[in-house]
């Protein structure tokens, strides 16, 4: 009789520590899961920080040495009297530099640090080959890294920075279109004057400007002429 019973007795033993260890596996995976989710989180901010500060610097440097070819563009239009070549190209180094600044500001709200290039290169000759060449320029601009990033930021959730990007695309085509006008126009009568909005740096011309700005809601009455 001893003998039939010993199997159920071992058995019954060996049943709870089974489930023991099936309890303690089953913690540890659940653990192991959280502390591998917790430092996912934990990494990914800093890691989307670096990359949008880095897309951020390209852009304020990009804007920066634009604006200071086209206020060199501006003096030799001015040397040429030619007033509506000279009233785009300050309107345009304006812009840039608005923009250069609101990136900054972003770049200094994420932790980071923006420092202008030191030297820059400015290109020299007359102002019909000076418009060609910023329209060259331009044209070059459709699949920078500026505008493959924009998307990842905006929907990664850093909607400051990619508003700065996103401004800064949308000014770079509406340059380059004021640029393609203002070479027709450039053996015409008519002068152009434009107009900046101080907070974006979306230029218009001044005689089709808008009431508000459609980037920032910025009141006309602001706008800065050239
Ligand atoms: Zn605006």
């Known amino acids: 009789m001893e003998r039939e019973f010993l199997p159920i007795v071992t058995c019954m033993r060996v049943r709870p520590i089974l489930i023991l260890i099936l309890l303690t596996t089953s913690v540890a995976i659940i653990g192991w899961m959280y502390y591998a989710v917790l430092r996912t989180i934990d990494k990914e901010p800093k890691h989307s920080h670096h990359k949008v500060i ?33 009233g785009l190209f300050r309107a345009l180094a ?85 640029l393609q006008q203002a070479h027709a126009a450039l053996c015409t009568d008519h002068t152009m004057r434009y107009t900046v909005c101080p907070r974006c740096g979306n230029i218009y011309q001044l005689d089709s400007q808008d009431p508000f700005c459609p980037h920032c809601l910025t009141d006309s009455r602001e706008f800065v002429l050239f």
Not at 54 to 79: G, M, N, P, W
Not at 100 to 112: K, S
Not at 117 to 128: D, S, V, Y
């Open 54 to 86: 880095t897309d951020l610097d390209a852009c304020c440097r990009d804007k920066h040495i634009k604006s200071a070819q086209y206020a060199h563009f501006a003096s030799v239009a001015e040397q040429e009297n030619l007033p509506s070549a000279l």
């Open 94 to 178: 304006h812009s840039e530099r608005i923009q250069e600044h609101y990136c900054a500001l972003v770049i200094h709200r994420l932790g980071g640090h923006y420092t202008p290039p030191k030297r820059i290169l400015l290109f020299r000759g007359n102002t019909a080959s000076n418009l060609l060449r910023s329209i060259a320029l331009e044209q070059m601009r459709p699949d920078t890294l500026l505008h493959q990033h924009i998307g990842r930021h905006l929907y990664g959730g850093n909607r400051m920075a990619a508003q700065a990007l996103i401004w800064a695309a949308a000014a770079d085509r509406q340059h380059l279109l004021l």
